[in-house]
């Protein structure tokens, strides 16, 4: 039977300025876990060592082994990478090495976050049949799982259906719908699936879905037509149904002949869905030498779960947090660096939902930490029209701590700029199978954009909120693969009352954005 593989998702082309991204974090590490009498970030005694034991080659081989992996919430995939980075932090010599496992099964809620089971698919594949020339019929594949997993949205569950596709427009209002019937059928939307199944198929009896849904908006949104992006359903939803991703082109192609009367007729066949599980969240410290400080921990955070191949996001931000836990971690042990007055911790949750839950869950963790380095999308370059921020907090968690990566910022510029102008510096940082070109860093301020790209981003230390921290965030954005968005998580309530928004409550009740009401149990 013939064939029509699908317009396959580019991996995002990783920069060789990786050595300097891992300088920039240990060095504002080092900062704060230092004591106030060590000296200052440049000394000659600090960079040294750095710039010998620093690796962009292996910050690249680790990006490599984690994009091979599809590492959705709980899945298996995500388990083996969880697994692989407490194997290399054993072996660096780091301690307190562990994978924290928080049950997730829909019931159990942290803070007012319910949640959400581990997902995961074992095969999923979409036809057109057609009327071949002499009678009979055709099938030609469209999609499938596993070649790129990315063609079949998050939370879908086992179905086989073969019906008529139907274009409903963006299909979130019910004028989508007017004067055409869905029931049965598989509805073309360009909205994400989670937005589309209540309406389409709770509602109306469509039978699944196909999404052509562009994410964020940037400059370069749908300038890209072969693209497939990540799409998602809800996971709690009342009638579980299936969603495969196509790209934009491949959408118009199907709406061109829609719109010309031709009929569509697709089989789907989908193997996945939801079990009992839990977030795993990989951890390990450095220990504090200092007796008065040790109890105090500076966190190194990422986030490991993406599609595969998620080389950019966040592949590249977890390798990253690896190079520098082992970097400091050997030097150490070769005592060509001092030990940490504080201890330094490293994480790699899921986005959001494993941090919350992590933070709710293990309080003893959340008053040790003192401050936290955020990795994420540090590895897109010029092709992905990627620009590297390293942005400050908001305005009302002042602290020192954005002013030190500022200037640990402006130094790995200063010298990675030199380089690339004169071919001289003191510190280059560059590995000699990377690149040459500056970092050129922005230093940026908390505002609506950098914040949206934080939330983006996923920060795994909540910069708001009940649960707070002082986060520098290195994240490159905008950027024309565009990272995944659902929103961001609540905290944790006052007792008795159910706060939903992303501000603190006061003393005298919700805070002005959040919508409070009494209620029995934990809000969906």
């Known amino acids: 039977m013939p064939s029509q593989k699908p317009n396959p998702t ?54 490599e082994f984690i994009s091979r992996h599809h590492r959705m919430r709980g899945s298996r995939g995500y388990r083996t990478v969880a697994e692989h980075i407490a194997n290399e932090l054993r072996h660096a010599g780091l301690k307190r090495v562990e994978i924290i496992e928080l049950k997730a099964d829909g019931r159990i809620f942290y803070g007012t976050q319910r949640s959400r089971p581990p997902w995961d698919a074992d095969r999923a594949e979409l036809w057109e049949i057609r009327t071949a020339r002499g009678g009979g019929t055709q099938r030609v594949r469209l999609a499938s799982w596993a070649e790129m997993p990315l063609v079949l949205a998050q939370d ?12 409903v427009g963006e299909g979130t209002s019910p004028a989508d719908y007017a004067g055409k019937e869905v029931r049965g059928k598989i509805v073309l939307v360009g909205a994400q699936p989670e937005a589309v199944s209540k309406l389409a198929v709770e509602k109306l009896g469509a039978a699944g879905i196909i999404s052509y849904a562009q994410n964020q908006r940037t400059a370069w949104w749908k300038k890209n037509r072969t693209l497939i992006r990540w799409g998602h359903l809800d996971t709690f939803a009342a009638v579980p149904t299936f969603a495969f991703m196509v790209s934009l082109q491949r959408a118009n192609e199907f709406r061109r002949r829609l719109s010309g009367g031709e009929r569509i007729r697709l089989r789907a066949s989908v193997a996945a869905g939801k079990h009992p599980g ?33 080389a950019n996001d966040n592949a590249s931000g977890c390798a990253t947090i690896l190079e520098v836990a082992r970097t400091m971690s050997r030097l150490i042990a070769r005592k060509r660096l001092p030990p940490p007055a504080r201890t330094i911790r490293f994480v790699w949750p899921p986005e959001i939902e494993g941090t919350l839950a992590l933070l709710v869950a293990r309080p003893d963790l959340t008053r040790r930490m003192r401050a936290a380095i955020h990795l ?44 690339a102008g004169t071919g001289v510096a003191a510190w280059p940082m560059v590995d000699p199978a990377g690149g040459a070109t500056a970092l050129q860093a922005e230093i940026v301020p908390f505002t609506p954009s950098t914040a949206r790209a934080r939330s983006a981003s996923r920060p795994s230390i909540s910069t708001t909120g009940p649960i707070a921290t002082s986060t520098p965030t290195s994240i490159r954005w905008p950027t024309s693969t565009p990272p995944s968005w659902s929103g961001p998580a609540s905290s944790p309530p006052r007792r008795g009352t159910c706060c939903r928004a992303w501000a603190p409550p006061t003393p005298a009740g919700c805070g002005t954005r959040w919508r409070a009401s009494r209620c029995a149990a934990p809000p969906r």
């Open 278 to 310: 839990s977030y795993q969240i990989t951890t390990g410290v450095i220990p504090g030498a200092d007796r008065a400080l040790r109890g105090q921990e500076i966190v190194f955070s990422c986030h490991l779960d993406h599609p595969r191949p998620g």
């Open 156 to 167: 879908s569950e086992s179905a086989e259906v073969t019906a008529d596709l139907i274009d």
């Open 376 to 419: 994420d999308m540090v590895g897109g370059g010029p092709a992905t029209r990627a620009v590297f921020h390293v942005t400050r907090g908001p305005a009302s968690l002042p602290s020192f701590v954005h002013d030190v990566a500022a200037t640990v910022a402006r130094f790995v510029n200063q010298q990675s700029d030199e380089y």
């Open 10 to 63: 580019p991996r995002p082309k990783l920069s060789p300025k990786l050595s300097r991204t891992a300088a920039l974090g240990l060095l504002v590490g080092a900062v704060l876990a230092a004591r106030p009498a060590q000296g200052a970030p440049f000394d000659k005694a600090v960079i040294e060592p750095l710039a010998d034991e620093l690796s962009g080659s292996r910050i690249k081989r680790e990006v």
